[in-house]
């Protein structure tokens, strides 16, 4: 009797069994993926503004330039690149006080979901995912994320800035119109919290960072899926899910406000390297992806952001959420192997 293998988190208290009894391999997730039928009239396409609120943040193309702007007036240009505009139903919602007078949190258990909660909607073509994506386009995004994180994090009550995108209906896309999300929090919600304190308890021990510790050891792993002058992809090593990848910059940084043009180019490149890796495989699976990142300065020693991609391949059930803890029938080990073989033909 051989036992599933029981890994934990590099950093989380997380586990995974990694059961590979019906060994099965990442391809035979791929599956014939139903047509969504685009419902009537999308509000993210070009021509139809006005039916979201106004953007904070748009890209306009005016005579071969791009230029930073925002809509005004009641007016809602349509010469737009990228568009970030207020979510219409907005899971935290701003301060209706200027001065920012109301406490957020009430008790230890109660508080105001005070925040932002942001569309950034990532090109006027519909379908321009990031794997098909026009890299020029993919770097306007990336741009766009950077520019919104810098905003949203320098004000006084925000604490954390999730970005994140949902592919498809099943990973939670309601829109399937080209787009991510930026939610900024009033604390650090838990698992991004439990990375930085156990990163600075490693950087406390080691007086190092334990990102840049995993960089080194992924690189010389079986589980490396793509290493490039400025980042890496790998599986990690207890993945929760098949196909599971994250992408480190191998330049040290707590956040993305440190990054040079030509890195944001590479992270562009790398992204859809990635994810057209991952729809070529398996078939453009749903997925999931955000940003771990920390806007806090003294984090800047210990933390080091990432990203990291979640296919939807299989459907967690009662052990999981009974649990919070998982169950990945695909090794890492292959997962990555797969990945890179896709990535190389
Ligand atoms: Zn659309
Ligand atoms: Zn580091
Ligand atoms: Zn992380």
Redesign the pocket.
Request: proline share 0%.
């Given at each position: 009797m051989v036992y599933n293998e029981l890994r934990k988190d590099y950093l989380l208290n997380r586990w995974v069994v990694i059961a590979t009894e019906r060994s099965r391999r990442p391809t035979d997730f791929a599956k014939q993926r139903a047509e969504s039928a685009q419902n009537g009239v999308c509000p993210l396409c070009v021509g139809n503004e006005h039916m979201t609120p106004p953007a904070v943040m748009l890209y306009l193309k005016q005579n071969g330039e791009i230029r930073k702007d925002k809509d005004h007036d009641g007016k809602r240009p349509k010469n737009w690149l990228v568009r970030v505009i207020p979510n219409l139903y907005p899971a935290f919602g701003p301060y209706k006080h200027a001065d920012y007078r109301e406490e957020i949190m009430k008790s230890e258990s109660f508080g105001y979901a005070i925040g932002h909660h942001e569309v950034l909607v990532e090109s006027p073509n519909h379908d321009e995912d990031p794997a098909d994506a026009e890299l020029s386009q993919l770097k306007l995004v990336v741009n766009a994320y950077i520019d919104r994180f810098r905003e949203l994090s320098a004000k006084p009550y925000v604490k954390y800035v999730s970005i994140f995108r949902n592919y498809g209906q099943e990973a939670g896309a309601s829109l399937s119109h080209a787009h991510s999300q930026i939610i900024a929090t009033p604390f650090v919600p838990r698992i991004p919290a439990e990375e930085m304190a156990a990163s600075k308890n490693f950087y406390v021990k080691h007086q190092?960072?334990?990102?840049?510790?995993i960089?080194e050891k992924e690189t010389k792993s079986p589980r490396l899926v793509l290493d490039n002058s400025h980042f890496v992809v790998f599986a990690p090593y207890a993945s929760v899910h098949p196909l599971e990848f994250w992408i480190?910059p191998k330049k040290?940084?707590a956040n993305l406000l440190g990054l040079s043009k030509v890195e944001k180019e590479a992270f562009a490149e790398t992204l859809k390297t990635s994810l057209k890796a991952l729809k070529d495989l398996v078939n453009d699976p749903p997925y999931n992806y955000g940003f771990h990142l920390s806007i806090n300065s003294e984090a800047e020693d210990?933390?080091?952001w990432h990203l990291e991609v979640y296919p939807r391949l299989s459907i967690w059930a009662g052990f999981e959420k009974n649990t919070g803890m998982y169950i990945n029938t695909v090794q890492p080990e292959t997962s990555a192997a797969e990945l890179r073989k896709t990535i190389q033909a």
């Open positions: 190092k960072c334990v990102f840049c510790d960089i480190l040290h940084g210990y933390y080091h």
